[in-house]
């Protein structure tokens, strides 16, 4: 048990931020129960895919600026392709998006192998591509969902045996979140090719001398932030039931989960858990800050020096227990 | 033990908190606010006239207001933070109008009035009150393309590419463009309602020399007045919004022809007025509500006569000059420009 705290101490601190918070929240606002967690849920969900596929490329040492168009871009194409189908359409469209940020997030991967050019480069590159590729799809927000993918965040989990005091602390959305990350992660942690990306991610040349494929490797962590990004863009249109062109705040939100979850910027440290606790405490800091109705031009101050906050103390107490 | 400490401050910090916020209630109405574009002139003036309108009622006690650059899912998520904080009623102007919908009807359900201001929404429960932003870019198109002769080349320069006004205005630029058949558009660009963007783009076009006969913005107007004088290019005729600095420009610009529609930004303090009348059980006859544009040009006199009494020098170039519409808004112009809300 010590052991695991030790190696997962900033994970820990996180989560206890994060009870923090919900107590402090349950303080602001005596009311808040099920619904406004499933509401928080909800508002996690397309964050959490994006924090996701940061979290991949910045671990295997790159940085991913196309995150945000990537998801407009697949929700834009999957809300188009869905406007006016049969709902067994959707069926189709879903893995077709998923393939298509796949391919997309491998053509990054390329880029950046064969060009050489720095990655900050030709993902910014990516970024105006994709975001110009959007408007083409869909030149104004629209299109449709089916009612089934809709469906699949609304409401709670019902578990046989257990009551609904219980089952309504389980929304579907975070069930959906859970089952999306884990199955891409889980399998990846415990591969070949998840060491590969630690490693890239520690130092190319030394994963280089040591037999790993550094090019490939690369080529498929984006090829994985592209995944996620197309899970993000789902979950866009889900929540939404539209696909709009113009992207979210999405990009530099994951590169604040992504350093407030405890991945090093410079790659090959951190975990996926990290990030998304991040998120949840992001996004309740924002549940909070309008709960208070505090001035609403002071909240991005506040949200912000939160996060430096926290990152310093983490900082500091990592720089102590090294010392001591 | 060092957890503990820190947990009891925490702890403290937050019941702190707590207790700051229920301070300011007095009782009657909280009504939450939800916006989407921050940093834009007409929007901080629709927000302020919220604000003014709130104050000046007498009849909230808070106001609750979520203003944050995001899109359609952060503003779900702004609107069910909204109902967690049990306000009473809801002015949103919509990130899009079929977006936010379940997040709208899901706050009808919890007992909330929602008005959707400045753009209209898909969900039937809600009430809307709104310039007719059609009718708006049909107006200033059909005076600008009589003013060239009917015939000739015009700079289209929109707003923000997918906001919904800038597709309902785009119907009513094409509504007038189709009844001028020689009239044709030179260059369509987005603006994306940026001032630095917008007079970069007609600087741009104008050094390719290619001549035009009129320019057509949606509201980003006195950058390309300013644009026009400072390269020296001959004066077209310009049509724009009402905003302060334009309105100006045509009292005062020698040789400038051209045109201001009204699209006034007030227009969220008419949503609070419906939406307390709604609370007070008044129900509007109908769930949308339209507040017609108005054309100021100045050819004529009488369009000059306009332009000089609705001119506003004291107000930010960027806001909107009318900062006050009839029967919808009873404060006063000290209270828009303070900026203040109830209990500030």
Not at chain 1, 206 to 226: D, M, N, Q
Request: net charge neutral.
């Amino acid at each position: 048990m010590s052991r695991f705290l030790r190696n997962n101490g900033w994970v820990t601190g996180l989560f206890a931020l994060l009870i923090l918070l919900f107590i402090a929240t349950k303080i602001i606002q005596p009311s808040y129960g099920q619904g406004d967690f499933t509401s928080l849920v909800r508002a996690v969900l397309p964050y959490a895919f994006a924090v996701a596929a940061q979290t991949v490329v910045v671990i295997a040492g790159g940085i991913d600026l196309s995150v945000a168009a990537m998801m407009a871009l697949t929700s834009v194409t999957a809300a188009s392709m869905m406007a006016g189908a049969s709902e067994e359409y959707a069926l189709f469209v879903v893995p077709f998006v998923l393939a298509m940020g796949l391919v997309l997030g491998a053509i990054n991967g390329i880029l950046i192998v064969v060009s050489r050019v720095p990655d900050i480069v030709v993902t910014l590159a990516t970024l105006f591509i994709l975001q110009g590729a959007a408007l083409l799809v869909l030149d104004a927000p629209g299109g449709g969902a089916a009612e089934w993918l809709r469906g699949l965040i609304l409401g709670t989990l019902p578990i046989p045996g257990l009551p609904e005091s219980i089952t309504g602390w389980i929304p579907n959305a975070l069930v959906l979140l859970v089952v999306a990350l884990c199955t891409v992660w889980i399998p990846l942690r415990r591969s070949r090719l998840g060491l590969s990306i630690y490693a890239i991610g520690s130092s190319d040349l030394a994963a280089f001398r040591s037999g790993v494929p550094v090019a490939r490797t690369k080529i498929i962590a984006y090829a994985l932030a592209g995944l996620f990004g197309a899970m993000g863009g789902l979950s866009l249109t889900m929540s939404t039931g539209i696909g709009a062109p113009i992207p979210g705040p999405y990009l530099l939100a994951s590169v604040a989960a992504v350093v407030l979850g405890g991945v090093a910027l410079g790659g090959g440290r951190g975990g996926l858990l990290g990030p998304i606790v991040a998120v949840f405490v992001l996004r309740l800091v924002r549940t909070d800050l309008t709960l208070l109705a505090i001035d609403p031009n002071v909240t991005a101050i506040v949200e912000g020096s939160i996060m430096v906050a926290v990152v310093m103390f983490g900082a500091y107490i990592t720089m102590r227990s090294r010392s001591s | 033990m060092r957890l503990t400490k820190t947990l009891t401050l925490l702890l403290g910090g937050a019941a702190l908190l707590a207790s700051a916020a229920a301070s300011g209630a007095q009782g009657s109405y909280t009504i939450g606010v939800s916006n989407t574009v921050q940093g834009n002139g007409w929007r901080e003036e629709m927000v302020c006239a919220i604000k003014a309108q709130a104050l000046a009622s007498g009849k909230v006690a808070k106001l609750n207001i979520a203003h944050r650059n995001t899109d359609a899912a952060g503003q779900s998520e702004d609107i069910r933070n909204l109902i967690s904080a049990k306000v009473n009623a809801i002015v949103v102007n919509p990130a899009d109008p079929a977006g936010i919908k379940d997040a709208l009807a899901e706050a009808t359900k919890a007992g909330i009035v929602v008005v959707a201001v400045d753009q209209a929404v898909t969900e039937p429960s809600a009430y809307i009150i709104s310039n007719n932003q059609e009718q708006y870019a049909y107006l200033g198109a059909k005076w600008l393309f009589e003013q060239i002769g009917g015939k000739g080349s015009v700079v289209y320069m929109r707003g923000a590419a997918g906001a919904s006004a800038d597709s309902d205005r785009d119907k009513g630029f094409k509504k007038a463009l189709a009844e001028f058949p020689d009239v044709k558009v030179a260059q369509e660009v987005f603006t994306g309602w940026q001032q630095d963007q917008g007079k970069q783009q007609i600087l741009d076009y104008i050094a390719t020399g290619v001549p035009f006969d009129g320019i057509w913005t949606s509201g980003i107007d006195n950058v390309i007045v300013d644009a026009l004088v400072e390269s020296q290019s001959t004066l077209v005729p310009v049509v724009g919004a009402d905003n302060a600095g334009f309105v100006g420009q045509l009292n005062s610009v020698e040789g400038l022809k051209g045109a201001a529609v009204t699209n006034p930004g007030s227009i969220g303090g008419a949503g609070v007025t419906l939406a307390l009348q709604i609370l007070d059980g008044q129900k509007p006859a109908q769930q949308t509500v339209l507040v017609e544009p108005s054309l100021w040009e100045n050819v004529t006199d009488a369009g000059k006569e306009q332009l000089k009494a609705a001119a506003d020098p004291s107000l930010s170039p960027e806001w909107p000059v009318s900062i006050s519409i009839p029967d919808w808004t009873t404060y006063t112009k000290e209270q828009i420009v303070a900026c203040k809300g109830p209990g500030e």
